[in-house]
């Protein structure tokens, strides 16, 4: 598989920009998804990289790096509703299935 | 509007009673899986089909069994559910892009 790693928890404050890492293995890579999932409800799509460099979508904003096998998500104007899991994964170039990290739980305060 | 949908919402039940979960989407993707999310442990992947008639293990498959006899519909079936398979579960579908996800069923066995 293509593990992934992600850190458990963070916390930052309204208003400000956070950014969460997220590494995974290269072999076999094809492309990366970021999703937000609060708790008891169903992850939601937010950004998908196949390439180097950073897209940026309203206030979230998503980097790649292939060959380093990183990326992160970027979250700016932070507001109390961004308190939630934002779960990493990886798709491979031999099938659909995705590979997910555990969550970043991340706690917005006032 | 493209949507997986899973029913129940919400189960309880007795150990050893069969149940099965349901879940349909009307995207018309060929990949469909199961996965179960405990507190620490992220998403973990039950069984995933690539098309009709046609599915495999993922990484926690024991006590549950599937079945894709149409494309748009695969259900989850706990033949004798037990204590550790509390859980939430969510169904998931996949063509080519983001993965979209079911409301998700919280399963309790007492």
């Known amino acids: 598989g293509q593990n992934i790693d992600q850190p458990t928890e963070m916390t930052a404050t309204e208003g400000a920009i956070v950014q969460i890492n997220c590494t995974y293995q290269?072999?076999?890579?094809?492309?990366l998804f970021w999703y937000q999932q609060h708790a008891g409800e169903a992850p939601t799509f937010l950004s998908y990289n196949v390439l180097d460099g950073l897209e940026e979508k309203g206030r979230f904003s998503s980097f790649l790096s292939r060959s380093k096998g990183y990326s992160y998500l970027l979250l700016k104007e932070l507001q109390m509703k961004d308190s939630a899991s934002y779960l990493c994964?990886?798709?491979?170039?031999?099938?659909?299935?995705?590979?997910f990290g555990k969550g970043t739980s991340l706690l917005v305060t006032p | 509007e493209a949507q997986v949908t899973q029913n129940p919402r919400y189960l309880i039940t007795v150990t050893g009673k069969k149940l099965t979960v349901t879940c349909s989407q009307n995207?018309?993707?060929?990949?469909m899986s199961w996965y179960r999310q405990d507190p620490g442990l992220g998403l973990r992947q039950i069984y995933y089909s690539m098309n009709v008639e046609v599915t495999d293990k993922g990484d926690v498959p024991e006590g549950y069994k599937v079945s894709r006899k149409e494309k748009r519909n695969f259900p989850l079936i706990l033949e004798s559910p037990s204590p550790n398979q509390t859980s939430l579960y969510f169904c998931?579908?996949?063509?080519?892009?983001?993965?979209?996800f079911g409301q998700g069923t919280r399963l309790t066995v007492v």
């Open positions: 995207m018309n993707h060929e990949y």
């Open positions: 998931a579908s996949r063509g080519g892009g983001e993965a979209f």
């Open positions: 290269t072999s076999g890579f094809n492309g």
């Open positions: 994964a990886s798709s491979s170039n031999s099938g659909y299935a995705l590979n």
